[in-house]
């Protein structure tokens, strides 16, 4: 069959859910898995409850586990990339580092990106080791589809399609974000056709349907007799950003319904600090406040600790925290209708090339269209509202640019040119501090290099 390898194997937010869809997916057994991770330990743990739930669900696969990198790419057909530089414990340290200098969330919490784990600027190292993986992938299996999962997707996809000639696809479930504001209307989701456009965690509900009929007016009147009693009573998780009223608030702005991550961000209005967020994303500030993120880096630990538990003891099914039910994410759906040439639909991070009207072929976005053997068909999805390209897409687009240019091109000028557009900066002296203090970080000596 095929080889697929996990680069960042040991990543807890993506691994178990793309091995458990690969042994659901009978269509792609005699399969070999490759797990590859620098972490000895977790990467001895994945691949053991990955070989037990294969037993458990009766697939038939192979597995292997490499720490390796070169070796999990050898004769590789399709390759994941999940990998997160120095891991969450690094950014941490470095966002801490930015807020000393008056930088709340850190540097990479900008206009139009507040994700906490997407990095812009402050991204060297991940956008190096995406560059390494790439090269080697060039050398080793330069046939081989890379699927960009690990965050910055925007970024790392332009980046690797403008250097690299590797088939490259951003992959991100924020899309499907579209479910939880169709059962908060009561819509019956086999009824419900929605597409969304734009640029990865900043995509705009272009198309909503309800048995053929434009919904958009069934959100209108949501917004209009139900929101405000929704929101009074309201005590979200802090994931839950979908009906959020900063969400409703940047569709009043942009005429279009902001879908999924998207709603996370939508500039400083609602991210100026923890009140600020509170307002708008209820008591926990959201998914990107220093609470909601506390929060999830919580939840992973303690998945962690689900994993390392179920792995201590041989006798308890590894079905029990991972259920026979495949996830939804669209990974190993796209390797099924490469590989079995099935055209199907999905939402992808793949170069504009004319799909989106007014945006550079070189820019990738995220837009619907078509795969199967052949590769990827593009659709054509029309223009977004001038409104939203003035204020939302071309500022994002723009900060993009400026964070490949500071990575290619090198030198503290760029840096500075950065952090002089931030609305957080008051003076040279806190910017120039802000750099002496992030590049003297022991893990950033490369990156100190790049930018003297």
Known sequence: MVKISIIGAGSIAWS?????????????????ISLMDIDRERLKVIYGLAKRYSTEVKAD???????????????ADFVFNTVLAGGHNNYEIQRKVAEKNGYYRGIDSVDYNMVSDYYTI???????????????MEDICPEAWL???????????TLLTRETKLKVIGLCHGHIGYKTVAKRLGLNL????????????????????????????????WIKTKADIFWKNWNPEYYDVEMSPAAVDMYKRFSLFPVGDTARSGGWKYHTNLETKKRWYG????????????????????????????????STPVKSIFPPVKSGEQHVPIVDATVNDKDRMFQLNIPNKGAIDSIPNNVVVEVPAIVNRRGVERIHVGRLPKLLMLHVIIPRMLRMEWALEAFLEGGKDLLFEWLLNDPRTRSLEQAEALIKDILTLPFNKEMAKHYK
């Open 16 to 32: 178990a859910s793309l091995i458990k869809d690969i042994c659901l997916t009978k269509s792609l057994w005699g399969s070999t």
């Open 61 to 75: 696969l192979k597995f292997e586990k490499t720490m390796n990198r070169k070796k999990a790419l050898e004769n």
């Open 122 to 136: 402050g991204g060297y190292n991940q956008l190096k080791l995406f560059m390494d993986i790439a090269r080697d």
């Open 147 to 157: 699927f960009q999962t690990a965050n910055p997707v925007f970024e790392g996809c």
């Open 190 to 221: 086999k009824e419900v056709e929605v597409q969304s456009i734009g640029f990865n965690h900043c995509i705009w509900m272009t198309s909503f349907l309800y048995e053929g009929e434009d919904a958009y007016p069934l959100l209108d009147d």
């Open 283 to 314: 008591p926990l500030g959201g998914f990107d406040s220093e609470i909601g993120w506390a929060r999830y880096l919580r939840d992973l630990r303690k998945q962690m600790d689900k994993m390392l538990k179920v792995y201590n003891n041989p």
